[in-house]
Structure formats: structure tokens, C-alpha cells
T-cell receptor
């Protein structure tokens, strides 16, 4: 199966709730990145966490990384309708910029 | 003042044709990439260039040929288009070749009939 598997594949929540997405990968990495893709648009970088970091925050985003379990999670707190998008994790193993993407989680935030 | 731009945004063509997609970045980045996103939203790297030099060439049919005339441009030429080439193609760039975020263009939706 592909590197960077995410779950759930789809998540539907109400505005104000928290959304958690998980990502698992198979090989050693230098860093793991999360991207957002709005429908019909390109990917936008959200946050990067290096292999020697365990947790990182950026605004309403919180990312954790457990290299022993080869997994990461993205938490979006106090979600808004504008957070509706697909979220992808991507691993960077230091192979000349090659990012390996998960299949993504489709988040729907209902107002 | 778009950071990474691609043209065209939509491309509809017949099987067997040859087409090109252009990409330009005005961020001063050294590395540029092409990705393919299929109908299930799975995103896979195809090529990357660093300062006009090819550094990643994934298992892509040789009908696909990237060309980088300078470090701000990376074009993708596709010969003898096939139905399976239908996808969204994204260009991206980054300052370094690894360990840093990538900036994506808006995508080119290619439909082969």
C-alpha cells in the first residue's frame, strides 16, 4: 500500500467542534508536512514537523509526530465552515524533495 | 503576483495528440516539481528539477518530458496522449530541494477524450 495513509477518509463535523486526522507512514522520514486542498484548487502548506519534534502548533492547528509508531495527527480546533477541504499528510525522506502523499481526509464543517 | 502559475487551467484534447503545460514561479526558488493527482485525489510526484537539472524522475512513461529553460520555469510536454493521462497536474516549487515546504500552483485539469 502507499506511504502516508490517512484516516478517516472523510469527516463531517459541526462548526466549533474539533477535527482530528491521522496519518501513518512506512519508512524513516526527515519531516512530515500537512497540506490543505480546497475543491478545485492547489495545495496549501499548513505545517511542517521535523523527525526530532513531537508536537507543533500553528494558530488553531496542532500536529503531533510519533516516529516510533510512524504516525502523525493533525488537530484543528474550533473548526469553521471555511476549514472545509481535503487535508493531506506528506512525508519527506530527504530524497531530493520527493514528498509522498497520503490519500487525504475530506473534512466537511457544517455551519 | 501569483507565486506559482500554470497554463492552461483546463485542457481538453483527443487521444494521440501532443500537448504542453507551462509553469512559472516568481518566488526565486531553486527547485520545481510536477505532480499528478488522479480522480481519487491521490497525488504522486513525477519530476523535480533543481536549478534546471533533473533530480527526480519517477516511473513515468517517456511520453512525458519535462523541460526547464531556466530555474523559474518548468514545462511538461506530453506526447501521444492516452485516456489514462486524464488527471490534474500540479506544478510546485521550493527554496531547497528537501526539508522545506513546497508551494503549489492551481493545477491544470487535463481531459483526454
Amino acid at each position: 500500500s502507499q506511504q502516508g495513509e490517512e484516516d478517516p477518509q472523510a469527516l463531517s463535523i459541526q462548526e466549533g467542534e474539533n477535527a482530528t486526522m491521522n496519518c501513518s507512514y512506512k519508512t524513516s522520514i526527515n519531516n512530515l508536512q500537512w497540506y490543505r486542498q480546497n475543491s478545485g484548487r492547489g495545495l496549501v502548506h499548513l505545517i511542517l514537523i521535523r523527525s526530532n519534534e513531537r508536537e507543533k502548533h500553528s494558530g488553531r492547528l496542532r500536529v503531533t509526530l510519533d516516529t516510533s509508531k510512524k504516525s502523525s495527527s493533525l488537530l484543528i480546533t474550533a473548526s469553521r465552515a471555511a476549514d472545509t477541504a481535503s487535508y493531506f499528510c506528506a512525508t519527506d525522506a530527504g530524497q531530493g524533495g520527493k514528498l509522498i502523499f497520503g490519500q487525504g481526509t475530506e473534512l466537511s464543517v457544517k455551519p | 503576483d501569483t507565486a506559482v502559475s500554470q497554463t492552461p487551467k483546463y485542457l481538453v484534447t483527443q487521444m494521440g495528440n501532443d500537448k504542453s503545460i507551462k509553469c512559472e514561479q516568481n518566488l526565486g526558488h531553486d527547485t520545481m516539481y510536477w505532480y499528478k493527482q488522479d480522480s481519487k485525489k491521490f497525488l504522486k510526484i513525477m519530476f523535480s528539477y533543481n536549478n534546471k537539472e533533473l533530480i527526480i524522475n519517477e516511473t513515468v512513461p517517456n511520453r512525458f518530458s519535462p523541460k526547464s529553460p531556466d530555474k523559474a520555469h518548468l514545462n511538461l510536454h506530453i506526447n501521444s496522449l492516452e485516456l489514462g493521462d486524464s488527471a490534474v497536474y500540479f506544478c510546485a516549487s521550493s527554496q531547497l530541494s528537501s526539508g522545506i515546504e513546497q508551494f503549489f500552483g492551481p493545477g491544470t485539469r487535463l481531459t483526454v477524450l
